[in-house]
């Protein structure tokens, strides 16, 4: 099966500048996740979508991060404006139901690294 | 507030040897966990996976231990393999919250 498709690989911007990442997810799959690694840390949870609907955007700072899910398929993260602060690699995942468990793990696609200069 | 613990961020082993990773968490709400492995450049990819019910689950050269009452978990791989070299992450569920959190993860290193 094809997996987890991400782009861009990789983005380089200006503080203040917006960005925008994009995510298909493995086809059927139910649930879609937006994580963020920070380096030397383990991916944090920004937003967590079953089909179109979202499930959990605790952690989503909402005043300058937005993310869609188009239809119950691909889905958009957009940060603007940008921080230096949010320079990590944005990872999306997907699985088929829930919460990643209950044999449904993530699969993960290779991530957009940002670099915000 | 760090739910996930892994206090170890490197380790390394030489090929042939037992590779021990070792996790602790906090929520006792946490029924659920799973390793996944990291190559450079890669997205994690799912490893290994046991219930609270049980205390061991074995996939070939992978073994996760669970003992519930120390809140600690950890992942021996037999024999370790120069491919085994990765960043290996401990996750853990709460089924009822619907969210998988992270550790910070530990690199390991498999020397020829």
């Known amino acids: 099966e094809a997996g987890v498709a991400q782009s861009p690989r990789y983005k380089i911007i200006e503080k203040r500048q917006s960005v925008a990442f994009w995510c298909n997810p493995i086809?059927?799959?139910?649930?879609l996740y937006w994580y963020q690694q920070i380096l030397g840390q383990g991916p944090k949870l920004l937003i967590q979508?079953?089909?179109?609907?979202?499930?959990?955007d605790s952690q989503l700072p909402k005043d300058r991060f937005s993310a869609e899910r188009l239809k119950g398929v691909d889905s958009t993260l957009k940060i603007q404006p940008a921080k230096l602060e949010d320079s990590a690699v944005y990872l999306c995942?997907?699985?088929?139901?829930?919460?990643?468990?209950?044999?449904?793990?993530?699969?993960f696609g290779n991530g957009t690294r940002l670099t915000v200069t | 507030d760090q739910q996930v613990k892994q206090n170890s961020p490197s380790l390394s082993v030489q090929e042939g040897r037992i590779s021990i990773l070792n996790c602790d968490y906090t929520?006792?709400?946490?029924?659920?966990f799973l390793w996944y492995k990291k190559y450079p450049a890669e997205g994690p990819t799912f490893l290994i996976s046991?219930?609270?019910?049980?205390d061991k689950n074995e996939d070939g050269r992978f073994t996760v231990f669970l003992n519930k009452s120390a809140k600690h978990l950890s992942l021996h791989i037999v024999p370790s393999q120069p491919g085994d070299s990765a960043v290996y992450f401990c996750?853990?569920?709460?089924?009822?919250?619907?969210?998988?959190?992270f550790g910070a993860g530990t690199r390991l290193f498999v020397k020829a």
């Open positions: 995942a997907s699985s088929l139901v829930g919460a990643g468990g209950l044999n449904s793990p993530l699969h």
């Open positions: 046991i219930s609270s019910i049980k």
């Open positions: 086809s059927g799959h139910a649930t």
């Open positions: 979508f079953q089909n179109n609907g979202v499930v959990d």
């Open positions: 996750a853990a569920i709460n089924t009822g919250g619907f969210k998988t959190i």
């Open positions: 929520n006792s709400m946490f029924d659920y």
